[in-house]
């Protein structure tokens, strides 16, 4: 079986599969470290290894397939129990894990070994290794007022330009300070077995979100960071958003798990703002709402900063009972560009690719040359989703939001360019195939849908595919196309429709084959 090597660490390595099929492999397969075996019955496309020594050269095989590689030099590794650590659940570890990080030279690693570390919110540094063996999590307490408040935005005390310290949901905003924050940090890793818990399901986090005022934490907060990779760990029950990579550049996420009850609020998988180059390769997603989502700043950030989202890979990646498994926006005034999202497996979300924007966010948010492949939907609710009037902010119920009469294009009018959807092969939906729906004064661009089946649960459900004001619940719709330049249907399939295969309205160029 042939494989390629993903990433290498100072003690471990991830691979994929050069394989077609969606997050899983084709069959089971053993793998082997220096002759030695080391995994048994794996199943899915992106595996790796942990506990390796570094500085060692090491051989892996699969199948008649063998790759050499070396794991990373590193110039110590301290542990946080020799700073007082206790690991029990009780104590406070904070200082002793904090201090392991200050404490720790260029290119060291910082072990944390089985056990459950109580913590307040704790701040990276550039060069180092945080690695969490199995067994160990780091979980965050659960008093509200131990997580400090951070201003959204301060000005430089020389420049008087501003800095951004904090943001909610593409806004800068006083927030908790998350419980892992990394701020201009370069050469950072984290990986290994371990968990990093927020600890949210026993606390007061989850309650009354709506009225507040202050933003709740992440549980992994990058921001303005370069060269980081997250490797292996699981990341569960946040505030908030789990892990919220900030105008960023060059962060890989791979082989790792993201967990949340399916009813807990915000609780977003990974959202990359404004970054440049993500890798996000072999994830595992349950969460309480959408489980990627590629964003890049609301109005006055995407305006000022004009960062958009680019070179982003999404690859062999499950999500399963999210809001949408992969979405892009509505934070996205500064656009999204040269993203790919392929080989990945969806089950048991609302919505599968979703697209959102409304008005107001700007002339540079564009997206535009967005292509989906070879993905597997299983029960999910409605597989594509594009939605120029979804209500979100204080204002998304106004008028100005969900006006179908048209209104001038100008430099508040985004854009939706064009999009393909290809090879994809979606079962039991229920809502809709697919729905969308363009700005009457900016229609989206095109829509190309390329060998994909759609076939619909017997016994469907009733729901509002989008997520906008003055849309009536649906069962089993076919594709519907409101405000959009060209569509474009090659060998497409629907079974099991209560509608038409195609609902069109104020459509130009559609071609069908």
Not at 240 to 258: K, Q
Not at 305 to 332: D, K, W
Not at 470 to 481: A, E, I, M, T
Request: glycine share 8%; proline share 4%; charged share 20%.
């Amino acid at each position: 079986m042939k494989f390629q090597t993903l990433y290498v660490s100072s003690v471990s390595a991830c691979f994929e599969l050069e394989s077609t099929s969606p997050y899983y492999a084709q069959a089971p397969f053993d793998v082997t470290l220096n002759g030695a075996t080391a995994l048994r019955g794996v199943r899915t496309n992106v595996f790796s290894l942990f506990e390796l020594t570094a500085g060692t050269e090491y051989c892996v095989a699969v199948g008649g397939d063998c790759l050499r590689f070396t794991t990373k030099a590193e110039s110590a590794c301290l542990s946080v129990r020799d700073f007082g650590a206790v690991g029990d659940g009780a104590a406070d570890d904070t200082a002793a894990v904090q201090n392991a990080i200050y404490a720790c030279p260029r290119g060291g690693r910082v072990l944390v070994p089985a056990g459950c570390y109580a913590v307040r919110p704790l701040v990276l540094k550039s060069h180092l290794t945080l690695h969490l063996q199995r067994g160990a999590t780091l979980l965050g307490v659960t008093e509200e007022t131990l997580y400090p408040l951070w201003p959204g935005e301060v000005p430089d005390a020389r420049t008087g330009e501003p800095h951004q310290i904090s943001t909610w949901e593409g806004n800068p905003m006083r927030c908790r300070q998350s419980l892992i924050s990394a701020f201009a940090a370069e050469e950072l890793t984290i990986v290994g077995e371990g968990c990093i818990d927020g600890n949210a399901q026993n606390s007061t986090w989850w309650e009354n979100v709506k009225a507040r005022t202050i933003g709740r934490p992440r549980l992994v907060f990058l921001n303005h960071c370069e060269n980081v990779s997250i490797h292996g760990i699981l990341g569960k029950n946040s505030a908030s958003w789990h892990f919220h990579p900030y105008f960023s550049r060059n962060i890989d996420f791979f082989d790792m798990a993201v967990e949340a009850p399916k009813d807990s609020p915000n609780t977003d998988g990974l959202n990359p703002e404004s970054c440049d180059g993500v890798r996000m390769i072999g994830l595992r997603f349950s969460v309480g709402d959408d489980a990627i989502a590629i964003k890049s700043g609301k109005n006055y950030l995407g305006a000022r900063y004009r960062a958009p989202a680019i070179r982003h890979v999404i690859r062999n990646c499950l999500m399963e009972y999210a809001h949408g498994a992969v979405v892009l926006g509505s934070e996205m005034s500064a656009g999204i560009r040269d993203l790919s999202v392929s080989q990945s497996y969806f089950r048991c979300s609302d919505r599968g690719l979703r697209i959102k924007t409304r008005r107001g966010r700007g002339k540079y948010a564009v997206i535009d040359g967005v292509e989906f492949s070879n993905i597997r939907m299983d029960n999910v609710m409605t597989p594509i989703v594009m939605n120029m009037y979804y209500f979100c902010d204080p204002d998304g119920h106004e008028e100005i939001v969900w006006s179908k009469e048209p209104h001038p294009v100008d430099d508040t009018t985004p854009y939706l360019g064009s999009f393909t959807f290809r090879d994809m092969e979606c079962t039991d939906c229920e809502w809709a195939a697919g729905y969308f729906y363009g700005l009457t004064e900016q229609r989206i661009g095109s829509v190309t849908i390329e060998n994909v089946r759609f076939t619909f649960k017997e016994e469907a459900s009733a729901g509002r595919p989008a997520m906008m004001d003055y849309v009536d619940p649906v069962s089993k719709l076919g594709l519907y196309f409101n405000c959009v330049e060209r569509v474009h249907l090659k060998n497409v399939r629907v079974h099991g429709q209560s509608s038409e295969l195609l609902l069109l309205q104020n459509v130009g160029e559609v071609i069908e084959e």
